[in-house]
C-alpha cells in the first residue's frame, strides 16, 4: 500500500523552521515558528517550572491515567485564571474545564464536539487568522467562512468592517476569537470594541470560541482577560481554549485547556459529557506533566507571585523589541511606515512583507519569515537587530 503514498507538503510554518535548522549560515535568523526567545536567542525554562517540577519529583506516587477532562486542580486553576477569583461563572458552576493537550489539542476536541453535536453550525475565522486554524478545523469536518478583521491601509482593526461581518452571521454559527495578541497580525480591538462584540453575538445568535493562547503577553496576566469577561457579561455561553505553552514556557508539554461557559452548572455538565466522549475517541486523557506544574504554581501564592514577574519579563523583552525594530528601520533611513507595530500586542506582528520580499529575505540573508509576512518579534535580539533592518531595508 505504501508504494502509493506521496511526500505530503510541508507545513507552512514549522516546515521553516526545518529549513532553518539545516541552514548553514551562523548568522541565521528566525522569526517564523512561535516560540518566545530571550535576548540571548535562547528559549528558557521559568524559575517557577523548575521549582514545581522539583516538588513534583519528591511528591509524586503514581503515573496512573488522569480522567478524561484531567487533574481537577488544574482545571480550577485554568477557571480562576480565566475569569478571576471569585467570578460569578466559577461560583455558579456555570464552567465545566477539560484538560487538553496544548491549545491545539483543545481546538480540535472543540471543533469534533462542534461537527458532531452541531453539524449545521459553521465556524467563522478572522481575516487572516493563524493558519493552523483552517487546517484544524477542517480535519474536524467543519465548514469554514471568513469575517473581516485587519485593515490593510492602517494595518490596524477594520472595527467598522468586522462588525458588518458579524452581523451577517446566521444564528447558531460560531465565530473564533482571539482573546488577546491576536495572530498573525497583533492586533486587538479595544474593551469598548469588546463590548460592542458582545452586544452583537448577543443579538445575532452566534456562538463564541475564544481561543486565548497568549494571557498575560499583552498588557498583563489580569488585564488581558478585559476582552473574555466582556464577553462574559453579553453572552452566557461560549467555549475556550487555552493553553499554557506561551506564558509558561511548557510548549513541548502540550499543555491547554478547552472550557465550556453555559447557562447553568447542568447544562456545562451536559455539554462536557459529550467533549469527553471526544476526548475519548481521541486520545483518551491527557498527558499530566504540564498540568501539574501549572497547578503547582497557580495554587501556592509565592510561586504565583514569581510566575507573574516572569511573565512580565517576557513581555517587558518583546514590547521593547517592537519599540528597537522600528526605531532601528527609521534610523537606517527605511520610508516605509512601520509604527502600528509599537501598538500591536503579544508575540507576532503582521509586518506588510510581501511574499517575494520573505523569499529573498530567506535566500539572500537566511532571515526566516512566514510566506504571509508575520513575524515572531520575541525572535528579534538587540545582537540581530541591525543586520535584520538592513536586510529588510535591501529587500523594500
Same mark, same amino acid.
Given at each position: ?34 516560540? #518566545? ?64 493537550? !496544548?491549545?491545539? =489539542?483543545?481546538?480540535? *476536541? ?40 485587519? +485593515?490593510?491601509?492602517?494595518? !490596524? ?30 492586533? +486587538? ?8 462584540? =458582545? ?25 488581558? @482577560? ?17 493553553? $499554557? ?15 465550556? *461557559?453555559?447557562?447553568?452548572? /447542568? ?22 506533566? !504540564? ?18 514577574? /516572569? ?13 528597537? $525594530? *522600528? ?10 511606515? $512601520? ?10 506582528? $503582521? ?13 539572500? #540573508?537566511?532571515? #526566516?519569515?512566514?510566506?504571509?509576512? @508575520?513575524?515572531? *518579534? ?8 541591525? @543586520? ?9
Amino acid at each position: 500500500m505504501f508504494e502509493k503514498v506521496q511526500i505530503a507538503p510541508p507545513d507552512p510554518i514549522l516546515g521553516l523552521t526545518e529549513l532553518f535548522k539545516a541552514d548553514p549560515n551562523p548568522d541565521k535568523i528566525n522569526l517564523s515558528v512561535g516560540v #518566545y526567545q530571550d535576548s540571548t536567542g535562547k528559549t528558557p525554562v521559568l524559575g517557577t517550572v523548575k521549582k514545581a517540577e522539583k516538588l513534583i519529583l519528591e511528591q509524586e506516587s503514581s503515573k496512573g491515567y488522569l480522567p478524561m477532562t484531567g487533574d481537577p486542580a488544574y482545571c480550577a486553576q485554568v477557571q480562576e485564571l480565566l475569569f478571576g477569583e471569585g467570578h460569578e461563572i466559577i461560583t455558579t458552576k456555570r464552567a465545566a474545564t477539560a484538560q487538553c493537550p !496544548g491549545g491545539t =489539542g483543545a481546538l480540535r *476536541v472543540a471543533g469534533d464536539y462542534l461537527h458532531t453535536v452541531h453539524p449545521e453550525a459553521k465556524l467563522w475565522l478572522s481575516n487572516p487568522t493563524w493558519a493552523n486554524h483552517n487546517t484544524i478545523f477542517a480535519a474536524a469536518g467543519l465548514t469554514c467562512e471568513k469575517y473581516d478583521y485587519r +485593515d490593510p491601509a492602517t494595518n !490596524g482593526l477594520d472595527f467598522e468592517a468586522m462588525c458588518a461581518s458579524i452581523k451577517k452571521i446566521p444564528k447558531g454559527d460560531v465565530i473564533l476569537l482571539h482573546g488577546c495578541c491576536h495572530n498573525p497580525t497583533g492586533i +486587538d480591538p479595544t474593551v469598548e470594541q469588546w463590548a460592542l462584540i =458582545g452586544d452583537l453575538l448577543s443579538e445575532q445568535g452566534v456562538l463564541p470560541l475564544v481561543d486565548f493562547a497568549y494571557q498575560g503577553l499583552a498588557d498583563g496576566v489580569e488585564e488581558d @482577560r478585559a476582552g473574555l469577561l466582556e464577553l462574559t457579561k453579553k453572552v452566557k455561553q461560549m467555549l475556550v481554549c487555552s493553553s $499554557f505553552s506561551k506564558n509558561f514556557g511548557l510548549y513541548r508539554e502540550r499543555t491547554g485547556a478547552l472550557t465550556v *461557559v453555559a447557562d447553568s452548572n /447542568e447544562q456545562a455538565a451536559t455539554v462536557m459529557s459529550q467533549v469527553k466522549l471526544r476526548i475519548r475517541y481521541n486520545y483518551s486523557n491527557p498527558p499530566s506533566h !504540564g498540568g501539574q506544574i501549572v497547578a503547582i504554581v497557580l495554587g501556592d501564592k509565592g510561586l504565583r507571585t514569581q510566575w507573574n514577574e /516572569e511573565v512580565a519579563d517576557i513581555r517587558n523583552r518583546i514590547n521593547e523589541m517592537r519599540h528597537l $525594530f *522600528v526605531k532601528t528601520l527609521k534610523e537606517k533611513g527605511v520610508e516605509q511606515d $512601520f509604527s502600528s507595530i509599537i501598538d500591536q500586542r503579544g508575540m507576532f506582528s $503582521f509586518s506588510g512583507l510581501t511574499k517575494d520580499q520573505v523569499d529573498q529575505l530567506r535566500e539572500k #540573508y537566511s532571515i #526566516y519569515i512566514v510566506g504571509s509576512g @508575520r513575524i515572531n *518579534v520575541a525572535g528579534m535580539t538587540p545582537d540581530n537587530m541591525d @543586520r535584520l533592518c538592513d536586510a529588510i531595508k535591501s529587500v523594500l
